[in-house]
């Protein structure tokens, strides 16, 4: 090996030897103790000089140990792929114990960001990585504390994930270190269904049962932040010596000062024609938001005025609000509407009901955007799909604008990521039957022709299957409950049982139906919240007998109730998600974010579902 290489490894080998060993206890904002290896962002000239050093490694036949200080250099430099390429190269057994931890948690810390936690346990269940972590001081013991969270949490465990970070908080010495740890814990409690939350609360007497304790009082005050901090100061009255009540999550330190308390609201809605039914339904929601709130505080209710846009321009809508006292205007429901107020200069906070998900040159001022669209819907699909390897999906929509909406918005954001979409098939509301809509894009046509081909010129007494296209890693069907039953058994049928289908919310009305709905066995689709037992804190009073689309409606205006009571005066406020009828609720910019839940139909009942874990039908 030359002189140069040597030299050059050498000094990287002591700047990574002193991180490992010298390593700062103090942990990061998502409550882990800092990974001593892994960057996310990259250093284009350290990823450059990585490189160079990993050329000459080749070239002079590397040790090991020098390969493993290479992919260090990569992981720090912020290339986790050829980090994790270079890792590979390293035969383990050639190590010694020292370099042998550095080697094993390199491992779990780049399975953990590839988010494959099958490998993470692998390497963490080594037995001797495990009897080498009898002798680990307390930072590293910290360390693996703070993995095993990380790996819960992508398992879907979130509850073990807690009960790790419980732990390493117990190691913790620094009040601004345990706090972010507990900043993790109650962002991981916020996604829990308020049924979780009061059964992990009525357990044994555990800090995890107290934390889910606090966690179900703050759930049953989303409509009301004013009376959060006497929330905080009655919980940690009567847990005088439980780690947050000595060191609270810092969303229990946010000035509720900062959130906007209109008294007055102003809602802007065409209430005739076409119209009529939809924004009635959306009212009815948010008026039902609006009763539980009363039901809740003898507090002087805000007032709201409802303006009629079918009878006058939404700009005439917004000034005479204005002139009126509002302090907050909700409206916008249609697209023209929408749109027009986005290009207004808006002067009171105001929701627009219709959503634009286009880039803005810049944010504009008191605009919060938030919509019943299923862009987010669709890339929460696109991100799981990524996660499970699949490059290449099929498309199956209705020919209706929210249905080519969907597919341009799952499509732009899969491509993005180098996907691939094999085809995509529209279809129309009068089709019947779908085997001949699907059998070109599955090419059981082309498999069918060929079978008669080889019949008529070679042998007519061949026995012959017909077979599907093998290039599909899975589908995605749009469409509601009474065209999508029909679709699956046909996709069945053509030879695609096997193949994973997802679904949006538009599949499930939230009502159980198993018979009908048995010929949806095995989708896995985003649920609305509202449509799952548990997870509200009270279930809403939409009409069983609506169709899915206005029942969704129901749940957006009682979101949006949910919504203007939380909404910040600046952009600091908000750090934790409102658990909201529609999704889990966060703000982006202008943006309303909505994270739905995941669920799968399981002879014919839709059943909560744990994506992280999920292993099949």
Same mark, same amino acid.
Not at 417 to 431: F, M, W
């Given at each position: 090996?030359?002189?140069?290489?040597?030299?050059?490894?050498?000094?990287?080998?002591? %700047?990574?030897?002193?991180?490992? $060993?010298?390593? *700062?206890?103090?942990?990061?904002?998502?409550?882990?103790?800092?990974?001593?290896?892994?960057?996310?962002?990259?250093?284009?000239?350290?990823?450059?000089?990585? &490189?160079?050093?990993?050329?000459?490694?080749?070239?002079?036949?590397?040790?090991?140990?020098?390969?493993?200080?290479?992919?260090?250099?990569?992981?720090?430099? $912020?290339?986790?792929?050829?980090?994790?390429?270079?890792?590979?190269?390293?035969?383990?057994?050639?190590?010694?114990?020292?370099?042998?931890? #550095?080697?094993?948690?390199?491992?779990?810390?780049?399975?953990?960001?590839?988010?494959?936690?099958?490998?993470?346990? %692998?390497?963490?269940?080594? *037995?001797?990585?495990?009897?080498?972590?009898?002798?680990?001081?307390?930072?590293?013991?910290?360390?693996?504390?703070?993995?095993?969270?990380?790996?819960?949490?992508? +398992? $879907?465990?979130?509850?073990?994930?807690?009960?790790?970070? %419980?732990?390493?908080?117990? =190691?913790?010495?620094?009040?601004?270190?345990?706090?972010?740890?507990? #900043?993790?814990?109650?962002?991981?409690?916020?996604?829990?269904?308020?049924?979780?939350?009061?059964?992990?609360?009525?357990?044994?007497?555990?800090?995890?049962?107290?934390?889910?304790?606090?966690?179900?009082?703050?759930?049953?005050?989303? /409509?009301?932040?004013?009376? =959060?901090?006497?929330?905080?100061?009655?919980?940690?009255?009567?847990?005088?010596?439980?780690?947050?009540?000595?060191?609270?999550?810092?969303?229990?330190?946010?000035?509720?000062?900062?959130?906007?308390?209109?008294?007055?609201?102003?809602?802007?809605?065409?209430?005739?024609?076409?119209?009529?039914? *939809?924004?009635?339904?959306?009212?009815?929601?948010? =008026?039902?938001?609006?009763?539980?709130?009363?039901?809740?505080?003898?507090?002087?209710?805000?007032?709201?005025?409802?303006?009629?846009?079918?009878?006058?321009? @939404?700009? +005439?809508?917004?000034?005479?609000?204005? @002139?009126?006292?509002?302090?907050?205007?909700?409206?916008?429901?249609?697209?023209? &509407?929408?749109?027009? !107020?986005?290009?207004?200069?808006?002067?009171?906070?105001?929701?627009?009901?219709?959503?634009?998900?286009?880039?803005?040159?810049?944010?504009?001022?008191?605009?919060?955007?938030?919509?019943?669209?299923?862009?987010?819907? =669709?890339?929460?699909?696109?991100?799981?799909?990524?996660?499970?390897?699949?490059?290449?999906?099929?498309?199956?929509?209705?020919? /209706?604008?929210?249905?080519?909406?969907?597919?341009?918005?799952?499509?732009?954001?899969?491509?993005?990521?180098?996907?691939?979409?094999? &085809?995509?098939?529209?279809?129309?509301?009068?089709?019947?039957?779908?085997?001949?809509?699907? /059998?070109?894009?599955?090419?059981?046509?082309?498999?069918?022709?060929?079978?008669? &081909?080889?019949?008529?010129? @070679?042998?007519?007494?061949?026995?012959?299957?017909?077979?599907?296209?093998?290039?599909?890693?899975?589908?995605?069907?749009?469409?509601?409950? %009474?065209?999508?039953?029909?679709?699956? *058994?046909? !996709?069945?049928?053509?030879?695609?049982?096997?193949?994973?289908?997802?679904?949006?919310?538009?599949?499930?009305?939230?009502?159980?139906?198993?018979?009908?709905?048995?010929?949806?066995?095995?989708?896995?689709?985003?649920?609305?919240?509202?449509?799952?037992?548990?997870?509200?804190?009270?279930?809403?009073?939409?009409?069983?007998?609506?169709?899915?689309?206005?029942?969704?409606?129901?749940?957006?205006?009682?979101?949006?109730?949910?919504?203007?009571?939380?909404?910040? /005066?600046?952009?600091?406020?908000?750090?934790?998600?409102?658990? $909201?009828?529609?999704?889990?609720?966060?703000?982006?910019?202008?943006?309303? +974010?909505?994270?739905?839940?995941?669920?799968?139909?399981?002879?014919?009942?839709?059943?909560?579902?744990?994506?992280?874990?999920?292993?099949?039908?």
């Amino acid at each position: 090996m030359s002189k140069d290489l040597l030299k050059k490894l050498f000094s990287i080998g002591c %700047i990574v030897a002193c991180i490992g $060993g010298c390593a *700062p206890t103090a942990t990061d904002r998502a409550g882990r103790v800092p990974e001593i290896y892994i960057s996310t962002t990259e250093d284009v000239d350290a990823v450059a000089e990585a &490189e160079a050093l990993f050329s000459l490694s080749q070239e002079e036949v590397a040790t090991s140990e020098e390969l493993l200080d290479i992919a260090i250099l990569f992981a720090k430099s $912020g290339n986790l792929e050829r980090s994790f390429n270079t890792l590979s190269l390293v035969v383990s057994n050639q190590l010694s114990d020292f370099r042998f931890v #550095d080697y094993s948690i390199l491992k779990i810390e780049l399975a953990v960001q590839r988010r494959d936690a099958n490998e993470a346990i %692998i390497s963490l269940e080594n *037995p001797r990585f495990e009897q080498l972590q009898q002798t680990f001081d307390r930072f590293y013991q910290q360390r693996i504390l703070s993995i095993r969270s990380d790996i819960s949490e992508l +398992q $879907g465990n979130s509850f073990d994930s807690i009960r790790y970070s %419980i732990q390493l908080v117990s =190691m913790l010495s620094s009040s601004s270190d345990i706090v972010n740890v507990h #900043d993790k814990i109650w962002s991981q409690l916020a996604e829990q269904p308020y049924q979780k939350l009061i059964s992990c609360s009525e357990g044994q007497q555990t800090l995890l049962a107290d934390w889910c304790e606090l966690s179900a009082s703050v759930r049953n005050y989303q /409509k009301n932040p004013d009376v =959060m901090p006497a929330v905080l100061a009655n919980w940690r009255a009567n847990h005088l010596n439980h780690p947050a009540e000595k060191n609270p999550p810092s969303w229990f330190q946010t000035d509720t000062n900062n959130i906007l308390q209109a008294s007055k609201i102003a809602v802007l809605l065409p209430l005739q024609d076409q119209y009529e039914a *939809p924004s009635k339904t959306f009212l009815d929601g948010f =008026m039902q938001a609006y009763f539980d709130l009363l039901a809740q505080d003898d507090m002087a209710p805000p007032q709201v005025r409802i303006h009629d846009t079918s009878t006058v321009p @939404i700009e +005439q809508a917004y000034e005479n609000a204005i @002139i009126e006292g509002a302090e907050l205007v909700i409206g916008g429901i249609r697209q023209s &509407e929408a749109m027009t !107020l986005r290009e207004m200069r808006l002067v009171l906070p105001t929701i627009v009901l219709n959503q634009s998900f286009a880039e803005m040159s810049t944010q504009k001022d008191n605009l919060f955007q938030f919509g019943n669209s299923k862009h987010h819907e =669709m890339l929460q699909i696109a991100d799981h799909a990524l996660s499970k390897g699949y490059k290449s999906v099929l498309l199956i929509s209705p020919d /209706k604008n929210w249905g080519k909406e969907s597919v341009q918005a799952f499509s732009q954001y899969w491509l993005a990521k180098e996907g691939r979409i094999a &085809e995509t098939v529209y279809y129309n509301e009068t089709v019947k039957d779908f085997t001949e809509n699907l /059998k070109p894009a599955l090419q059981v046509d082309l498999s069918e022709y060929r079978g008669l &081909e080889i019949r008529r010129f @070679i042998n007519s007494q061949v026995l012959f299957s017909s077979r599907r296209r093998q290039d599909i890693d899975f589908v995605v069907i749009l469409g509601y409950p %009474i065209k999508a039953r029909q679709i699956k *058994p046909s !996709l069945d049928f053509l030879y695609a049982s096997d193949l994973p289908v997802y679904s949006i919310s538009n599949i499930y009305q939230g009502e159980a139906q198993p018979d009908l709905d048995r010929d949806l066995s095995n989708i896995t689709f985003t649920a609305m919240p509202w449509t799952l037992s548990g997870h509200l804190t009270d279930a809403m009073d939409s009409h069983p007998g609506m169709h899915t689309a206005y029942r969704q409606l129901y749940a957006m205006g009682y979101d949006t109730f949910l919504i203007h009571r939380n909404l910040p /005066k600046s952009s600091t406020g908000l750090q934790v998600p409102l658990f $909201g009828a529609t999704g889990l609720l966060s703000i982006d910019k202008e943006n309303i +974010q909505r994270k739905a839940k995941w669920a799968r139909f399981k002879n014919g009942v839709a059943q909560p579902l744990n994506i992280k874990q999920e292993t099949g039908s």
